[in-house]
């Protein structure tokens, strides 16, 4: 037996901004608010499946650096530069953390400046 990754925990400022952020570029849904500045977003078949939530949890003590755990994101339905164009219309930012200029992937920053790195779109194996 293994364990699975059923669950992210995203301590901010105002989970409610991140929250409609997260559900824009996941195509994820509010599923549960346990209590006041916690609500946990997650894939439209709810939970259990393939895909971990995301709590949002409010905590006003300011980021402090890189995170040790970032997200990695890969376009569904297009291609990365497509998709690039839509994390920065949905709020994202570009961000430098010394990655090479010529990565194939791009570091954003969500509003709260959590960074997490857009790579190019994945096929499904044969």
Do not use: Y
């Amino acid at each position: 037996m293994a364990c699975r990754i059923s669950e992210l925990v995203l301590k901010c400022r105002d989970p409610e901004a991140l929250a409609r952020f997260w559900c824009e570029v996941l195509d994820f849904i509010e599923l549960d608010r346990e209590a006041e500045g916690c609500i946990e977003i997650g894939p439209r078949e709810g939970f259990g499946g393939p895909q971990p939530t995301i709590f949002l949890i409010r905590n006003d003590e300011p980021k402090n650096g890189h995170a040790r755990l970032h997200i990695d994101v890969n376009p569904t339905d297009r291609d990365q530069d497509a998709e690039l164009e839509r994390l920065l219309a949905a709020g994202a930012k570009l961000v430098d953390i010394g990655q090479p200029a010529d990565a194939s992937w791009h570091v954003l920053a969500d509003p709260e400046g959590n960074e997490f790195c857009l790579l190019k779109r994945r096929l499904d194996p044969l």
